[in-house]
């Protein structure tokens, strides 16, 4: 309300302003991360900073790897998944990060 | 009584988590895929770990480190951490993650 002003030091705090506003939306919700090494993340995003780093819980890992068939040049694409209770997620690692994906 | 908060409080949410870890066992993966189990032995600002009593997690392909009962990891070099789940406080660091954004933005 107007009668009682904020104290200096508290900045604007429920407007979405940078991307990193974006990720703070999604704390306590399910989320999609894209890493480095064509590997994927999905899990419940608990706490994060500014350089990416996060905790995510009831992570489940996609690693996908290519084998190329020496005869016949074929991409063989396989991925790997595991599941982890709770991570912590390096930033330098994180190429992206969005709401889960969903199947059209 | 006003308590008022130190403006220039250095931001480092996780280093905070990490070091009410110590004591606990954990697995850092490494960007190399090593991965190490231990327990969690001291944590910096850089996010560098010191792990005692480690062994080697997952098949054993990688270097046998039988002779090696404590190791610092370079905090650059972690991929993950996996921690154990019902010694953290979800809830907790809900909060401490909304407070760090704010101070962020400032």
Redo the contacts between chains.
Sequence with gaps: SEDDPLPPQQPSTNTVEEPLDLIRLSLDERIYVKMKNDRELRGRLHAYDQHLNMILGDVEETVTTVEIDEETYEELYKSTKRNIPMLFVRGDGVVLVAPPLRVG | MLML?C?CVR?Q??YS??KSLVGKDVVVEL?NDLSICGTLHSVDQY?NIKLTDISVTDPEKYPHMLSVKNCFIR??V????????DE?D?QL??D???K???????
Aim: no cysteine.
């Design positions: 908060m403006v931001l949410l996780f988590f990490f960007k996010l905090g650059s972690v991929r993950y951490v996996q921690l154990p789940a953290v979800t660091l809900q401490a993650a909304r760090e954004a704010m101070q962020q933005k400032q």
